[in-house]
Each structure stands twice: as C-alpha cells, then as structure tokens.
C-alpha cells in the first residue's frame, strides 16, 4: 500500500508534457500535387507530407487542418486575416509579400507549360510562337491564380480567366473552349491523368516560365515560431528530404 501511494504521488508529481504549439492550415483546392483528394474525407499530397516532416523534424510544431479543404481565394484570404496561420508552397507577389512572411529556402519550383488538345499540331518553343497563331489562340488560366497576372505582363497573348479551377479549365480545353491551358508541374500528368483526360490532351515540352514557392506564414504568428518552422524546412533541404518529396509526388 506504502509503495502504491508513493508510485501515485511520483505520478502526480511529474512535469506534463509540453502542448505542441499548433498551426492553423488548409488543403487548397484546385492545387494538385499539394493536395490531392484520395476518397471521403481523406487528403494527401505533397503539402500533406511535408507538414508531417516537419513535425518529425520539430515534434512541438503540430499543423492542423490539412485534411480540410477550402477554396484558394479562401484560403489566401483567411491566411491574411489571421484566420489560418500558414499556407504550404505558395508563389511570392509583392501583394503577397505586404501580407503574409515568406520563409527561406523555397520549397521548390513551378514549371508553367502549356496543355493543348492531343490533335494540336502547334510547336510551341516560346511566347511569340503563341502570339503567330492569331486572336483564336485562347490560353486558359485560373482566376486566383499568379498565371493571370503573368500572361498580362507577357503581352500580346489572348486570356481567359474566368474557370475558378483547373479542373474546369481542363473541360473547357477538351471542349475547344480556348486552345491552350497554361498549368503548373509537378503533378501536372497526375492531374491530367486523375481527370480522365490522358488520351485527350498532351502536355508540351517547353517550359514557359517557372517560380519559386514558399511557405507563407501570417504576420501575427510568434517570430519564434516561424523560426522553428524555417529551421525544420533548411534542415529537410539538407537532408535531401524535399528533393524526395518532390519526385514522389511530380
């Protein structure tokens, strides 16, 4: 009874593990790799996998709500009103940079290629081969998106924006509703592909323009958090751990 009662107190006595701090997060819609619907209530992805590495790395840091999905006007919106407090691989812009932190190193970098219908015969090397084709060669892009703004300061080129999604923009393309979809790899086979539409539209080969993406943290979030964040992701570059992850998932 003496050695129970002791046992009881040594328990009671004893330090609680410290609370994770946690990180307020979504999985953005039409982002593929980075969030991928893999049936009811369940997301995976790029994004998905490198919050857990950085838990492995910083088991304090805990990032919840990655199987939530929001949409990306949504989510960059709650990011900067303190709803959330993070977003994974996002594109720097000097709006962005006014509202969100920017961590070093980039996490990695978009390719934008353009997809055309599978009986395209254009050769596309560059943006003026785009521009001969006349007024009825329609890029696609995503309202929301960096792309938008891109094509604008290209010039020259005919734009539309108003699909919210690149799934629809992928349907509007099948559908002869613009005659290119300027989208972003990694992933973009998988996306084609996990939409049905692998024997209807190829990918071209040349790159079109690429950019870095980051992790976005909220200004409100403690400067000694975002350090424990930046510190787990320069220690996954090190390691070759997100090299790894891009591969699996491009």
Not at 23 to 33: H, M, N, S
């Amino acid at each position: 009874m003496h050695a129970v009662l002791l046992l009881c107190c040594a328990l009671l006595a004893a330090p609680a593990w410290p609370q994770p701090t946690v990180l307020r997060v979504v999985a953005q819609e039409g982002t593929e790799p980075k969030f991928i619907p893999a049936g009811i209530g369940r997301v995976v992805g790029l994004c998905v996998d490198l919050f857990r590495a950085i838990e492995h790395v910083d088991p304090g840091l805990q990032f919840a709500g990655d199987q939530q999905w929001l949409p990306l006007l949504r989510a960059h919106s709650e990011l900067a009103s303190h709803q959330n407090d993070a977003l994974c691989a996002v594109q720097r812009t000097d709006e962005r940079a006014r509202q969100y932190i920017f961590l070093d190193p980039p996490l990695f970098q978009l390719r934008y290629q353009l997809i055309a219908r599978a009986d395209d015969p254009a050769v596309i090397n560059n943006w003026e081969d785009v521009r001969k084709l006349g007024p009825k060669a329609v890029i696609l892009t995503n309202r929301g998106y960096t792309t938008p703004e891109m094509l604008e300061r290209v010039g020259g080129l005919q734009i539309d924006s108003s699909a919210t999604s690149p799934a629809i923009n992928l349907q509007k393309l099948v559908a002869g509703r613009g005659r290119f979809f300027l989208h972003r790899a990694p992933g973009m086979q998988g996306f084609v592909d996990r939409a049905g539409a692998g024997h209807k539209v190829k990918i071209l080969p040349t790159v079109m323009a690429s950019a870095d993406v980051y992790m976005a943290m909220g200004t409100h979030v403690d400067a000694a958090v975002r350090l424990r964040v930046q510190r787990a992701i320069e220690q996954l570059e090190r390691s070759g751990e997100l090299a790894r992850l891009l591969k699996k998932w491009d």
